[in-house]
């Protein structure tokens, strides 16, 4: 009896450890989908402004909008994206913006990730903090 009291003590210290590792790699792993996808869309404004330069970089908003540049969104859950091109005619400057969802978070604030490339800065707000971007 104590052998096994002891067992699920040993057990229960482990879980107890364990869990907060677990959900805290389960973040990062989203958050790091999010970068991904944020320079792929970076990748895309750069061809966009070589494609055609008159008009420099796009803005999106939605899945649509992004489709119709090349970029297949439809299978993200965790964030949405949104990007503004700052400084037009023709636009020499953006801003990605990806907001959490509900899939993300229940947090009512939606942490967010910015990149903007002119200055190439990554910034996170609510719960995505400067460690957990690239630098």
Known sequence: MVEMMVVIIIVGILAAVAVPLYTGYVEKSKITEATSIIGAIVTSEKLEMQRVPSQG?????????????????????????????????????????????????SDPTKPTITYTFSTKKWEGTGSITPDMLPD
């Open 57 to 105: 970089f796009y803005s999106a908003d939605g899945v649509d909008a992004f489709k119709a540049k090349g970029l297949d969104l439809s299978d993200t859950k965790y964030f949405t994206y949104k990007v503004e091109a700052t400084d037009c005619t023709p636009c020499k400057d953006f801003k990605v913006t990806a907001t959490a969802t509900d899939m993300y978070t």
